[in-house]
Every structure is written in structure tokens, then in C-alpha cells.
């Protein structure tokens, strides 16, 4: 199979299923954003962070894989949904978990936090901005077609992570939170 096919030459994309869309379509913005930021925790992963880390990043590519199929399939085609993989709905709570596992390294958040610091927790602000992009572009795709309520709330949760994660990151490195003062 050839990279290349040349039909999207014309600014369209096909849909998993029949319809072809401008790549520019919200389908295509959101799964296009959920397949940014699995690139961005795959650069994550590489940066060297202790473990378990990168085994759970990897974890949570393979479920924005999913979200993406889930996100790509032609609305005509939602009865074959049961096709694709199952929801990984239940990772929604393990996130919770990893939450207060961070929380409990780096504290109660008290009060709002500047990014930076660390250069991993810096790392982390910027792939925690992309998933809200993700979300954002998810919102604006449910506002026109449904899209399945557990891929909101597993977005909104890992953009809680990833915050997580990045005072995590400076705490783990003796680096204070760089708190925003008016």
C-alpha cells in the first residue's frame, strides 16, 4: 500500500465509511487534534521521564487511537461502531487515580500555576494546552453531531493529568510551581 493515494489533493478527506469532507471539516479538526497530541505524549514518552510514566503515556496513546476511530467514522456508517475497538471508558477513573498519585508528590494546588519551571513540567503545560485544543475541537464537532459522552469526559480528565503531571514534574525535580500573582 502506497503513502500516498492523491485524493486528498483537492482539500478532502474520506470519512471512515463513504463521505468524503474538506479537511477542514470538525470531524477531521478533532480527530486531527486527538492525533496531535497522541504525537506530542509520544515525545513526551522519548524525553526520558521515570516510570511507570511512559508505559501510562503509551497507555493513553493507544486510547486517543481509539477516541480517533470513534472520532472518524462517518456518521453514515454509526451502526458498525461496535466494530471498532471497545470505549476505554473505564480509564476515565484510573486518570482520577494518576491525579492524586501526582497530587500527593506535589501538593494540594492552592493557587493558579504559570507554566514553566522545570523543562519537563514546561513539556507537560504544553501537550496539557493541546488537549484542551483537542477538547475545544471535540466540543465544536458535538455542537454540530453527537459524539460519544465518554470522549468528553476522558479529554477533560487527561487535561487535568497532564496538569498534574507538570507540577509533578517540578516536584520530583526540587523545583517550586511558579504561581501567578495579579
Known amino acids: 500500500m502506497k503513502i500516498y493515494t492523491r485524493t486528498g489533493d483537492d482539500g478532502t478527506t474520506q470519512l471512515m465509511g463513504p463521505t ?5 471539516h470538525p470531524r477531521v479538526a478533532a480527530y486531527g487534534a486527538v492525533d496531535e497530541l497522541n504525537a506530542w505524549l509520544g515525545y513526551l514518552g522519548a524525553m526520558g521521564i521515570p516510570a511507570p510514566w511512559p508505559e501510562r503515556l503509551q497507555t493513553i496513546q493507544r486510547d486517543l487511537f481509539v477516541i480517533g476511530s470513534y472520532l472518524a467514522l462517518d456518521p453514515v456508517m454509526a451502526d458498525r461502531a ?31 500555576v504559570l507554566p514553566g519551571g522545570h523543562p519537563l513540567s514546561a513539556a507537560f503545560h504544553v501537550v496539557r ?21 465518554w470522549i468528553l469526559a476522558y479529554l477533560n480528565r487527561l487535561s ?23
Open 20 to 24: 468524503r469532507v474538506p479537511k477542514d
Open 82 to 112: 461496535s466494530a471498532l475497538p471497545p470505549p476505554p471508558e473505564g480509564r476515565i477513573a484510573e486518570l482520577e487515580a494518576w491525579i492524586d498519585e501526582c497530587e500527593a508528590v506535589a501538593g494540594p494546588t492552592r493557587v493558579f
Open 129 to 149: 494546552t493541546v488537549c484542551r485544543r483537542a477538547e475545544r475541537e471535540v466540543v465544536t464537532l458535538h455542537r454540530q453531531e453527537p459524539v460519544p459522552p
Open 160 to 182: 487535568d493529568l497532564l496538569f498534574m503531571l507538570a507540577r509533578w514534574a517540578n516536584a520530583i525535580h526540587g523545583v517550586q510551581d511558579l504561581p501567578w500573582i495579579p
